[in-house]
C-alpha cells in the first residue's frame, strides 16, 4: 500500500529509500535546483548551498511527483517542510495514507552530530538548527493530540527502526500508524 511518510531531517529517509524498492526518497533538491554546477558534492554536501533554480514551479512540480509516486504504489518519503503544501493538496486531490516522524525536541545535538557525520555543509547545519524548536514544539504537541498521525522518535532512532520493529508491509497497514485526509 503507498503512502506519504513526513520526516524531519536527518531521520534516515534516503537511507530508507536505498533499502526498500517501494520506497522513494523525494529530494526536493533535485526539482527546485538545477544542480550541474554541484555534480561534485554528495546529496548531503548539496543542501543549502547556493545554485539556480530549476524551475520556478517546483512546489507545484514536488507534489505532482509525489502523488504520481503515490499512484505507481509507492511509499513517499516526503521533506517535513512541504507537510502544510501536501496536506492542503490530500484535502483538494483526495485522501492519501500519510505518517508524520519527528525527532524529540530535546534531541538537537544528537541532530547536529548526524548532520555533521553525514557530511552536510555548515549553512545546512545551521538552518536546520534555527528552526530546530520553531518547527519541532507544535508538532510535539500536536502529537499528544493525534498519536496516531504523528510519532515522536527517540534518541539514537531512525525510520527504519519503525519499519524493522513489524514487518515492513504490516508497518504500512497498520491503521494505528497511518490516517488519511479526505
Not at 517501494?22 to 527546485?32: H, T
Not at 517546483?58 to 502544510?84: M, P, Q
Not at 518547527?135 to 499528544?144: D, E, N, S, V
Not at 496516531?148 to 531512525?158: C, F, S
Request: with cysteine; hydrophobic share 40%; net charge positive.
Amino acid at each position: 500500500k503507498s503512502m506519504f511518510v513526513f520526516a524531519f531531517p536527518g531521520m534516515g529517509k534516503t537511507t530508507l529509500a536505498k533499502k526498500y524498492s517501494r520506497v522513494v526518497d523525494l529530494e526536493m533538491s533535485d526539482i527546485k535546483y538545477d544542480n550541474s554546477s554541484v555534480q561534485h558534492l554528495s546529496k548531503e554536501e548539496r543542501k543549502s548551498t547556493k545554485r539556480p533554480l530549476k524551475d520556478k514551479r517546483y512546489k507545484t512540480i514536488y507534489v505532482d511527483k509525489a502523488y504520481s509516486l503515490h499512484e505507481d504504489g509507492k511509499v513517499v518519503l516526503v521533506a517535513l517542510n512541504f507537510l502544510a503544501r501536501m496536506l492542503v493538496a490530500m484535502i483538494v486531490r483526495g485522501g492519501v495514507l500519510f505518517h508524520i516522524f519527528i525527532p524529540h525536541p530535546f534531541l538537537k545535538e544528537e541532530y547536529r552530530q548526524r548532520y555533521i557525520s553525514r557530511g552536510n555543509n555548515q549553512r545546512f547545519i545551521f538552518e536546520v538548527m534555527f528552526i530546530w524548536y520553531i518547527a519541532l514544539i507544535p508538532l510535539y504537541m500536536l502529537a499528544k493530540l493525534f498519536p496516531y498521525w504523528i510519532t515522536v522518535t527517540h534518541a539514537g532512532e531512525t525510520l527504519e527502526d519503525y519499519c524493522k520493529r513489524e514487518n515492513f508491509i504490516e508497518f504500512l497497514r497498520k491503521p494505528k500508524i497511518t490516517q488519511t485526509i479526505s
